[in-house]
């Protein structure tokens, strides 16, 4: 008699989830797995559902991994969740705790708990992914968002110390005194949605430039007692800022009723609310950071968390620390991000390594194949041509025109960088305008973000460092040459390309003088596009002159 042992000897297959504590009130949902060949996808519910930010239960995102890696959710080794579970919750199996869903994830919750999900902490997590993409062995890692559970308990951020992969929490902060939700709740007297409108905040800032001295400093005043008041590494009360909540099984939405800053709202012109709290979080995080490095004396520092989505925060990060620290800046550093964090995390566990590389670029998504492609074009009444992408890219951007890019992997995390890109001219202002209220229906003030090749860098910007992920601001040397993708203060946001990351794109950047304005592909309230039905709706609904999808070029027809 024949015993037939299945011994497994290669990797694992991870399936990671970011969703915040099980319920359908999250947000930033997204889902990451790693399989055993060590290939990394990730993608977030929002591209598909088409819901923005969505925060709901995961069910397209799971099937879509699954279905990438032609697998069942009985393939998958592991399933891993990147936020703690409150001290209430933990030992609640996952069937538990989707006991609130509504009954359309039914046999998705039932499948998912079967594999008996584990839990790791929120900070941690946002540590883990931001430490295995800098590259150091040694790190200081430095996570600070709205909030998360960490040890059973809420807190709005943590530091850690890392050493070849272990990390070592040093502290955590307190979820009353987030840094995250105060600039949120400013964010909301700006009349920018919280956890939505925070960019918005950052950019109309500048605008407050010509306030006068006496405004700035008597508002300034006000922002600090707003805040909380870091002092070297331990957070101070000022009492917190006041919101008003209601409980939805684990999830609280808040408004703000803080009567502090309501008082402002009043008194004073949101751009200069704007600019104090800019100033005060810069502030900040520039004394945290010092008084931080002291403390462990390391030399490399992480920083992961939802508020290092601000680029001229983080400018100032570079500018203050730069030249004797290094730094590095988490891409996906808010809550999408803990989904890959989370099968990082269990592949430590499992394995010790770190199987990602430094830098690691970010097309993790799904490409689309020609038959695709054609397939989604007829239930359109475009014209298609089979044209040479790179130099048709050139000549048309070249023209003044305004085109979709789409090829290859889509991109995970908040930026368009050369997979899921509109394109155009970065030299005169009327692009920006063409862009923002044509092609992307917002707001005029909003600024675009520019790619340059690596080689020209130092050509556009003062003081570059190899920023590929457009989370770091610079300042331009001649921004009245760059209208189009320079900020009001004279700052950028660039995505610095080197060729072999994404060849195609560097050299339709590269054949326009090396810098083009390249926004993300979608139109405002809307998620970047992921499959070529979602780009061709985005041509049909705006004034964008054409898509190059792979090697198609698609027009109106005239
Ligand atoms: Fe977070």
């Known amino acids: 008699m024949f015993l037939l042992i299945s011994i497994k000897t290669n990797f694992m297959n991870i399936l990671g989830i970011s969703h915040l504590a099980p319920s359908p009130f999250g947000h930033y949902t997204s889902v990451a797995m790693l399989n055993d060949n060590s290939n990394l996808f990730a993608i977030s519910e929002e591209r598909l559902s088409r819901i923005k930010n969505d925060g709901g239960y995961p069910s397209n995102s799971i099937q879509f991994c699954l279905n990438q890696h032609n697998l069942r959710l009985d393939d998958i080794d592991n399933v891993t969740v990147g936020y703690g579970l409150e001290k209430q919750h933990i030992g609640q199996t996952m069937k538990e705790k989707f006991s609130c869903y509504a009954k359309d994830t039914g046999y998705k919750k039932t499948a998912i708990e079967r594999k008996n999900p584990i839990f790791y902490d929120h900070q941690y997590i946002h540590a883990r992914i931001g430490y295995s993409l800098s590259g150091f062995k040694k790190a200081l890692v430095i996570c600070l968002d709205g909030g998360g559970i960490d040890n059973g308990e809420p807190n709005s951020g943590g530091i850690f110390l890392v050493d070849h992969g272990d990390i070592q929490p040093i502290k955590y902060f307190p979820m009353y005194q987030s840094l995250g939700l105060t600039y949120g709740a400013v964010t909301e007297v700006c009349g920018f949605p919280m956890s939505e409108g925070e960019g918005k905040t950052m950019t109309i800032a500048p605008m407050a430039k010509n306030e006068s001295k006496t405004n700035k400093e008597k508002i300034y005043g006000h922002m600090c007692k707003v805040f909380p008041n870091f002092k070297g590494i331990d957070v101070k009360s000022n009492g917190g800022v006041a919101f008003t909540s209601i409980f939805l099984h684990d999830t609280t939405i808040t408004s703000v009723e803080d009567t502090r800053l309501l008082l402002l709202k009043r008194l004073y012109h ?170 992307k229906k917002r707001e005029p003030w909003r600024p675009f973000c520019p790619t340059i090749i690596e080689e020209k860098s130092s050509e556009f910007l003062k003081n570059p460092s190899y920023a590929p992920y457009m989370i770091l601001g610079f300042q331009m040397k001649n921004p009245e040459l760059y209208p189009a993708v320079a900020h009001i203060d004279g700052t950028c946001r660039p995505q610095i390309l080197k060729r072999d990351v994404n060849p195609d794109f560097y050299e339709v950047v590269k054949g326009l003088d090396g810098i083009i304005l390249n926004t993300s592909f979608n139109l405002a309230g809307d998620p970047i596009v992921e499959t070529p039905y979602d780009a061709l709706m985005t041509l049909k609904n705006s004034e964008m002159d054409a898509i190059l999808m792979n090697d198609f070029l698609i027009e109106r027809c005239t």
Request: a positive charge; aromatic letters at 10%; one cysteine or more.
């Open 270 to 439: 949101k751009n200069l609310i704007a600019w104090a709290a800019q100033k005060r979080i810069e502030d900040i995080l520039i004394d945290f950071v010092s008084k931080a490095v002291d403390m462990t004396g390391m030399k490399n520092v992480v920083f992961s968390g939802g508020i290092f989505l601000n680029m001229i925060m983080n400018m100032k990060i570079q500018q203050g620390f730069g030249d004797r620290l290094n730094l590095f800046f988490n891409p996906v550093c808010s809550d999408h991000g803990n989904a890959i964090g989370a099968v990082l995390e269990e592949c430590y566990q499992q394995t010790g390594k770190n199987p990602i590389p430094p830098y690691m670029s970010l097309y993790l998504g799904s490409s689309y194949s020609d038959e695709e492609i054609l397939f989604s074009i007829k239930k359109f009444n475009f014209k298609v041509n089979k044209v040479n992408k790179v130099d048709t890219a050139i000549d048309l951007v070249e023209k003044g025109k305004v085109i979709g890019w789409f090829q290859g992997r889509s991109e995970f995390g908040p930026r368009g960088l050369g997979s899921r890109s509109i394109l155009a001219l970065p030299t005169e202002q009327k692009y920006k305008d063409i862009v923002n209220e044509k092609v």
